[in-house]
Each structure stands twice: as structure tokens, then as C-alpha cells.
């Protein structure tokens, strides 16, 4: 994306010397023998990037090497970010805004005869994450590091990340994400620390000086290698640390079974370990009970909870105090074996009675819950952890019912609460529930918006919050504005910038002061004509990925996320059906305003139903271009893999963010912010955080429409008629009836029936429902959009109005409410 303006660093951020010019083009071509071992002659883009990474890397451990210094010595209380996903997204534009250097090597790079913005391009992004929850963990990050709060992530270096999606005649293709093969510059290797995992096997436990101590037996044991990425803070020296641990056998290579022949025995222990962080599983709400994602999980909690204990003894503290120096946030219920590994340290490895123990646990872990969809609430099979983690079972056993017995004691005679609030689900084939043991095992949980924490607390952890209320609070989402503004439009960031000075960069409240200059003609202009520069850049990507020509005058009608029922983008397409009809009937035809409907997202490989609503939207899509009466008017676009850098493309482009999802189901959405806090105007129900975004923009700011949380539980108590709808709505039977009758897959006129079947069975996510009032939201969006004054005006409101989705805000929530941490001062 050229946009031909450089990030401006703000002043704040005092560029370094090291940054100068010279300095920097010296270093490139450096770098570029000493990394890629080319001259500039034959060197790829590639190489340059790589290149320009490295030298761009030298100057952040030099920052890094100085902080981690600082907290080692200032012993200072760390927090520890335990997550199974980090969408980090592309690393070099960040670094360079980073360390204040972006226009100085712009222009050491052009005087090499480079593009800046061709080198970014090239970089390939580490998909390290599915959506929601893994790029909030890097938002978070980043947060941390520039709030210097001293942290450490803990993940999984995943080989392949989320695959890449191609669109190939209208159908999903999912491409292996081989993001490491030409190796990762922003990281380094730490051979030296590596950590045993055990694996299987069984227990014994025996006295050892009048003590019952229990040995655990494994049948396997991998080795746990990290590999450290730096997470430089804005504008500040310090840096945090993200280390993503790979699994590889502890005798790479078998000497004795090569030397019989047996040539795949000697390496078999090395596939075999290598396998456990091969590959992200790319499912985002739907558990699939595999073993090897139960062995990734356990994994890596056990080479975080090794390294954390290896760190603070090596600060010669004692055990007892470590939950005086570390906070550790179990990411959803995906790290919540790390409450049992801790205990099984702490008491078998380190010989420490149960109880402190226990306590220790407790107060070092809080867990933060990211959806109330019954699907995606992990459980494991009783017989898989027995057979993987045989220690560890016990240790549940033993939490449960010294929990059960404080349930007793809470609500004596209340047997059936006892079940209900059970480790072990005793139902059918017996199962551990991941949600329940982080409840237990933690000193805090939260939900991520509010409403949802209020359905948390109502609903699906009920129980929990009557017997511990005081371990629950709310912590709404956050984005980092430094990506999602800063970085990836700088010509809104240069605009606001020059209206009130580059404060917002620091402390995104400040951009309040855009508020009188909502209604201000200059400012209006000029914030149309930088929509519209995002628009043309967004307009030649959708061309160059998909062939279809877009026009940037229209409104950019923009749903981008996992592809998901319940965040229905079929309710979408249906709109766009409805609104290519009306067309087709031409005496509406000047009312309707020129629409572009981009779509964007992936759909988890085994999700069918998912999978063929990106078939439909393609479909759909394809019609309405095929027709002269509608092609002018409308245009429905699927833009395919999109990852965080695509992301950066489409919101600064976006003029209606549409967060559609059934209330009650869409935890937070953080999507729904970054569209926000890029001048577009939002178009959703009163679920997740939807409902606070509406709260600080105001009202009238919001198109607002759909049935609320409360509503749509009443609708499914009694007893939810999808088809009585279906028959007393012509456009909306007309819109189903042309789906299912082929009329968008004459190769097979069937081919959408399951879809039509679903939403005319019990259509679980009421999309029927909302139908008619969405369809009239969208009328009164098109109107809106004919006035540019007003559309502008609620545009530049909801911008200034977005400070408090700032991830800086959350983190400050974090820090004060569950991890009692201290930012430092200014
Ligand atoms: C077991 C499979 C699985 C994998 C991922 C189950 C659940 C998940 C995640 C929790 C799904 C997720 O990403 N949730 C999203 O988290 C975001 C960050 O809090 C929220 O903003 C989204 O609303 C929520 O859907």
C-alpha cells in the first residue's frame, strides 16, 4: 500500500541517533552480505527485506538487552501472558514506528533505489492465532511493552500458522502457512534453555522421609526449546519478551537403531516430538478433542510454569514468593493446565506441602474467558488425560473434591449444584471441565465486554459467581491504536495529528479534541478526501486479489472476521439479495445508494455450513456482476485470506462496520473497534461490545437494530417459528427461495438447500428474526451515506469518541483489578 506518506513518529518519541540516514543505508547493505551473503546487484526483495529486518532488529535488542537487564535486577513483579494464540501480525512497519526511525529509513532505503512499502509488503506475517483471541494477545503485548508494564508471553511456535485462504471458483482453499521458510528475523533461537516434558506413562508414589511422595513414570519425554521475539514498547526503552517454545526430541537422532537399519526408527522420535508444534489447529469456536492439541497445550504451559520457577530461583527467591513476583493470565481455558502442572511442581519437584501450595496457584493465575458458545467450552475426556497425563488426573481429582467439599459447605444439601459445579462431568462418558478448574484454580475471572461478563455470571458460570462473586469483574477489549491507526492509515493519523498535536498516540483519549471539529467544513473535507485515498488503495488490492473492479465513490459496506454462523454473514448476503431484487425491480433503482458489500474472512476447514456461505457470498457476488441492471449499483465482494495485514488494507477503507452477530453470542468483537476508530460508522445489534461502543459514540451515532440478548433468549423459551416468518415476508421468502432454487448455482441448483433448510428449520442464530430490521437499518444507512455533512460529522464523533478501546485501557484495568501491578509513573 503506497501511500507515499510516511508514519510520522510523534514527537514524543525522540528519534535515536543510531537512526540516522547514513547510519541506516550503511547497515542495509551490511546487513545484506552479512545475512543474505548477496551484494546489491542480485539481491531479491526478499533479501532486502530481510536485510532491512536485521538492521532493524540490531537496534531493538539493543533496548531489549538494556530493559531485561533493569527487570532483573529491579526484581521487579512480571506478568506473565499464557496464550495458545499471538496474532502479532507483520513486525516491521511496528518496529520501525517503534523506535522512531520510519522516515529515516524510508529515505536510506530509496537512496538504494528501494520502496520502504515494497519491503513491508514482502514480509510474511506469522499467523500464529485463528482471530479474536489471538490478536488480542498481541494487542495486549504491545500494550504492556508501551505501558512498561514487565512481561512475558508464553505460546507455541507453531511451524505453519493459520493457513492461507484462496478462493478457487467460489470455494475456500486452505494453503500451508510455511511462514518460516526463509526464517524469522525478528526472533532468536535459545537453544541453552530447554526444558523435559513428560508424556504418558504412569505414577508411583512411594515415603520418602515419612512423606508420601509420588514419581511420575512417562513413556515419552520431549524437549521444550524457546524461541524469543522482542516486544519493543512505543516511544520507550523498555522491551518485553514474547517466547514461543518449539518441541523436539531429546536425542535428535538414534544411533543405535540407524546403526541395525532401522533408518526410520532413527528419527522417529524426532518427527514424532517435532509433531506436537507443528501446525495451529485452525478451528476458532469448536473444540475438536484431538490428543495432539491437548499435547501442544500441555506443552507449553510446562515449559512456561519450568522457565517462570527457573527465573525466580535464578533471582534467589524462594518459591513461597511466587505469586508475589508473577501474574499469570490463563488466555481462555487453552492454558488451564497450567493450574495442575504448577501444583505437580510445586509439590512433586519441589517437595512443597499441598496447601501453600495451593495457595500459591490460586493467587498466581487469573483466567479470562472469551465466549459462551457451549461448543467452543473445552472438555477433555477423562480416558485421554489418563492416558497423557496420568499425574495430573490425580491432582484434579484431588482439587475436586477438596472444591466439592467447600460447595457442601456453602450450600449444604444441594447435591445437585455439586454436580453442576463438578470438575468432572459424571454424564455419559466422563470429561474434565477446562472452564471449571480455571474457575477454581484462579484468584480472578473475566469476561471480555460487558454484557457478556453479565451472561458469564448469569448464565454458563452461574454457579461460580453465587459462590465466589468477589473473584469476578469485567474487562472489556481493547485494541492497540498505534496497528490499526498509527501504522496502518497514516493519512488519518497524519490528519488527527495535525488538528491536535500527536498526544492521541500516547493516550488515545485525547482524540476528544476532534469533537468541535466534527461539524468543521475544512476538517470534513479533508477526512473525506482521506477516506476516500484508503478506498482507491483498498479498490487496487480487491482488483489485483479477485479481478473485480470497485468503485471507491460507493459506500464501502465492509463484514470482516471468521466466517461463523453465529456472527452471521449469511443475514448479510441476504440483504444483498434483497437488495439486488429491489434493483432488478428498476422503479427503485435511484434510492438505492452504490454499495460495495466487501466480505472477508476464514472458515475453520471442518466447518461445512461455513464454508458454504463463502460459496454463496461468491455466488451472489457473481450474479449481480453478471447483471447490466445491477453491476452499476451494487457490487458483493469476498477479498480472500484475511490475516492482520489484510486487515490493515480493509479498515482504514471501511465506511459501515458490520457486527451483525445474534445478541448474547459475540463475546467483544475487537474488529467492531479497530472499523471504529478508522471513521466508519457501525451497523449492529446490542451484543458484545457493541453495546459500550454505542454508549461512548452516542446513539445517534449507531445503527442500531435486532432483537437484544434478553429478547432473543425469550424468543428461543418460546419456542422460535423461523418459517411463520419466512411466509409472512414476500422479500425475504423471494431472497430464500431464489437461494435454494439454484438460482445463484445453476450448475447445481441444490447446492445451497442445507443452508436454506437450517435458517427454515430451527435457525439457531434467528436470522430470519432480525431479518426485516436490518434491511430497514440498511435503508436508513443509505440515506445517511447521501448526506456526506452528517455522514462526515458521525464519522469524525465516532473517532474522537473511541479513546476508551484503547488495549491500554484494558491493561490499565488489568493491572489495577488482577494483577495488583504498578505502571510506572508517566
Ligand atoms: C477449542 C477451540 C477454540 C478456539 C478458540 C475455542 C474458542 C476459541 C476462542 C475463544 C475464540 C475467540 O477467538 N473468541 C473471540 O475472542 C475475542 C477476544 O476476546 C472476542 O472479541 C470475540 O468476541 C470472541 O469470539
Redesign the pocket.
Known sequence: MNTGRTVETPSAFNARSDGDVEQLRQDLVENLTRTQGKFPAVATRNDWYMAAAHTVRDRLLQHWVHSSQTYYERKARTVCYLS??FLIGPQLGMNLVRLGITKNLRRAVSDLGLDLDDLIEQEEEPGLG???????AACFMESLATLRVPTIGYGIRYEYGIFDQEIRNGWQCEIADSWLRYGNPWEIARPEIRFDVKLGGHTESQLENGQYRVRWIPEHVVRGTPYDMPVLGCGVPTANLLRLWKAEARESFDFQAFNIGDYYGAVADKTDSETITKVL?P??????GRVL?LKQQYFFVSCALQDMIRLHLQRNETLLGFADKYAAQLN?T?PSLAIPELMRLLVDEHQMEWEPAWDITQRTFGY?N??L?PE???RWSIDLIARLLPRHLEIIYEINSRFLEQVRVVFPQDEARVQRMSLIDESGERFVRMAHLACVGSHAING??AL?TELLARDVLRDFHEMMPEKFSNKT?GVTHRRFLLVSNPRLAHLITEAIGDGWVKDLDELRQLEPLAADATMQEEWRQVKQANKRDLARHVQKVTGMVIDPESLFDVQAK?IHEYKRQHLNVLHCVTLYNRLKRTKRTREITPRTVLVAGKAAPGYFMAKLIIKLINSVGEAIERDPDTRERLKVVFVPDFNVQNAQRIYPAADLSEQISTAGK?????GNMKMALNGALTIGTLD??NVEIREQVGAENFFLFGLTAEQVAARVREGYQPRAIYESNAELREALDQIASGEFSPEQPDLFQPLVDSLLGNDPFLVLADYQAYVECQERVGKAYGNPGEWTRMCILNVARMGYFSSDRSIRDYCRDIWNVQLPAG
Not at 485463528?130 to 488480542?136: D, E, I, M, Q, V
Not at 478451528?283 to 475438536?288: G, L, S, T, V, Y
Not at 459475540?666 to 475487537?670: F, L
Open positions: 495458545a494464540e485463528n482471530g479474536g483471541l489471538g490478536r488480542l489447529y478451528n476458532d469456536a469448536q473444540q475438536k492439541r481462555d487453552h479470562t472469551h465466549t458458545l467452543a467450552l473445552e471480555v465486554a457478556h477489549n471468521r459475540e463475546a467483544s468483537g475487537t458484545g461490545a
